[in-house]
């Protein structure tokens, strides 16, 4: 749930890097949806993971505002790959001492996952650069549906009302910001 901090931090950066107007009450309600699901307590908020969670979501949020600057003047198809390809190089030295042979079988599914993935970032990174980021990074919280959705149908399993909660709260300040963020002659018919 951590994660989902990512497009807030998104929206908080466009104000002083990409010069966006965002009212800054809807990034505190989304936050605070955060830390809703998250419930935490000192140690679960100082814990190594926690932290490697946040750095990785700044991380994150940092290449996506950075990338709709870059994004000016480079095609979107060189930004994927020259990220994908530094991600890939630095997961490899990180699992290196772990590495296990990939079998001949596995090698489809790679296949299909390293497409679909390069497609799927070419689509947001797209999205970067033809909308505002605080309009463009709510919409990565349809990630929230699609993780209950798997989670039920692969472990039948539902989150706590907590998560439930939070969920609906960071969901609500990112529709707040889409719908802020229409043009006015646009129609946006709530789901």
Same mark, same amino acid.
């Given at each position: 749930?951590?994660?989902?901090?990512?497009?807030?931090?998104?929206?908080?950066?466009?104000?002083?890097?990409?010069?966006?107007?965002?009212?800054?009450?809807?990034?505190? &309600?989304?936050?605070?949806?955060?830390? /809703?699901? %998250?419930?935490?307590?000192? =140690?679960? @908020? *100082?814990?190594?993971? +926690?932290?490697?969670?946040?750095?990785?979501?700044?991380?994150?949020?940092?290449?996506?505002?950075?990338?709709?600057?870059?994004?000016?003047?480079?095609?979107?198809?060189?930004?994927?790959?020259?990220?994908?390809?530094?991600?890939?190089?630095?997961?490899?030295?990180?699992?290196?001492?772990?590495?296990?042979? &990939?079998?001949?079988?596995?090698?489809? /599914?790679? %296949?299909?996952?390293?497409? =679909?993935? @390069? *497609?799927?970032?070419? +689509?947001?990174?797209?999205?970067?650069?033809?909308?505002?980021?605080?309009?463009?990074?709510?919409?990565?919280?349809?990630?929230?549906?699609?993780?209950?959705?798997?989670?039920?149908?692969?472990?039948?399993?539902?989150?706590?009302?907590?998560?439930?909660?939070?969920?609906?709260?960071?969901?609500?300040?990112?529709?707040?910001?889409?719908?802020?963020?229409?043009?006015?002659?646009?129609?946006?018919?709530?789901?």
């Amino acid at each position: 749930m951590l994660t989902f901090v990512a497009p807030m931090i998104i929206t908080m950066l466009s104000v002083p890097m990409l010069k966006e107007i965002v009212p800054p009450l809807a990034i505190a &309600v989304g936050l605070c949806g955060v830390v /809703v699901a %998250l419930r935490p307590d000192h =140690s679960a @908020f *100082l814990s190594v993971g +926690a932290l490697a969670v946040l750095v990785a979501a700044v991380c994150y949020a940092l290449s996506n505002v950075v990338g709709r600057t870059i994004s000016r003047t480079e095609p979107s198809a060189t930004l994927v790959f020259w990220t994908t390809g530094a991600m890939a190089l630095g997961g490899s030295v990180l699992s290196a001492t772990h590495w296990v042979e &990939v079998l001949p079988a596995h090698w489809p /599914v790679l %296949l299909g996952l390293a497409v =679909s993935g @390069f *497609l799927g970032q070419l +689509a947001i990174t797209e999205a970067f650069r033809h909308g505002q980021a605080s309009a463009v990074a709510p919409f990565e919280h349809t990630a929230l549906a699609w993780a209950v959705a798997l989670d039920w149908l692969v472990w039948r399993s539902l989150p706590d009302a907590y998560t439930l909660a939070g969920g609906a709260i960071i969901i609500a300040s990112g529709i707040y910001l889409i719908r802020r963020e229409a043009p006015k002659d646009m129609v946006v018919v709530p789901s």
